[in-house]
Antibody
Framework: QLQESGPGLVKPSETLSLTCIVSGGSITSVNYYWVWIRQPPGKGLEWIGNIYSSGRTYYNPSLKSRVTISVDTSKNQFSLSMNSVTAADTAVYYC????????????WGQGTMVTVSS | QSALTQPPSASGSPGQSVTISCTGTSSDVGGYSYVSWYQHHPGKAPKLMIYEVTKRPSGVPDRFSGSKSGNTASLTVSGLQAEDEADYYCCSYAGNNYWVFGGGTKLTVL
């Protein structure tokens, strides 16, 4: 299971920080990547980026300059940091597991709503 | 990379069949067999319904099927049931460890 946590309200220009706790399995399991995906209100899903347990990351080019995904294997969790947020970053943020074979997002968290507002 | 194109809405009566399209480019849908579909009931975690274009995970009814032709993938729901009413999203691998989703289709069971 995956469970997101973090502040529900972030001020413009500040940094959004979320954590995803992985339970029922190890974040170091081979063949899995750990992912952040978001959904702005009334819009579709947007892939933010992946991280492997080794720390190797892959980011959506449109967000790459503002996003950092990190992993803490000792706590079996991974995190998202997004700086210089604006109202356009208001969204439900999901963490998910990406299986390498087959290549699917096979487990998702329930999602957490983050609002960017002063 | 742009989002994949899905119709915003689709509908059908119970027992009917509905097909939802997902159009991309040769760099994503047309270039790879890693197209998947997710069912999303608001407030819940999205659920994988179809992967690798045509495959169904265990537990997903065989009323759900997937296909692809060129740059367009499709999800067909046969024998519509009330519980199929949800938002559906397609997703494709786009190379270089990049993933792209569709804008979503709201399926209404009339």
């Amino acid at each position: 299971q995956l469970q997101e946590s973090g502040p529900g309200l972030v001020k413009p220009s500040e940094t959004l920080s979320l954590t995803c706790i992985v339970s029922g399995g190890s974040i170091t399991s081979v063949n899995y990547y750990w992912v952040w995906i978001r959904q702005p209100p009334g819009k579709g899903l947007e892939w933010i980026g992946n991280i492997y347990s080794s720390g190797r990351t892959y980011y959506n080019p449109s967000l790459k300059s503002r996003v950092t995904i990190s992993v803490d294997t000792s706590k079996n969790q991974f995190s998202l940091s997004m700086n210089s947020v604006t109202a356009a970053d208001t969204a439900v943020y999901y963490c998910a597991r990406l299986s390498a074979m087959p290549r699917v997002f096979d487990i998702w968290g329930q999602g957490t709503m983050v609002t960017v507002s002063s | 990379q742009s989002a994949l194109t899905q119709p915003p809405s689709a509908s059908g009566s119970p027992g009917q069949s509905v097909t939802i399209s997902c159009t991309g480019t040769s760099s994503d849908v047309g270039g790879y067999s890693y197209v998947s579909w997710y069912q999303h009931h608001p407030g819940k975690a999205p659920k994988l319904m179809i992967y690798e274009v045509t495959k169904r995970p265990s537990g997903v009814p065989d009323r759900f099927s997937g296909s692809k032709s060129g740059n367009t993938a499709s999800l067909t729901v046969s024998g519509l049931q009330a519980e199929d009413e949800a938002d559906y999203y397609c997703c494709s691998y786009a190379g270089n460890n990049y993933w792209v989703f569709g804008g979503g289709t709201k399926l209404t069971v009339l």
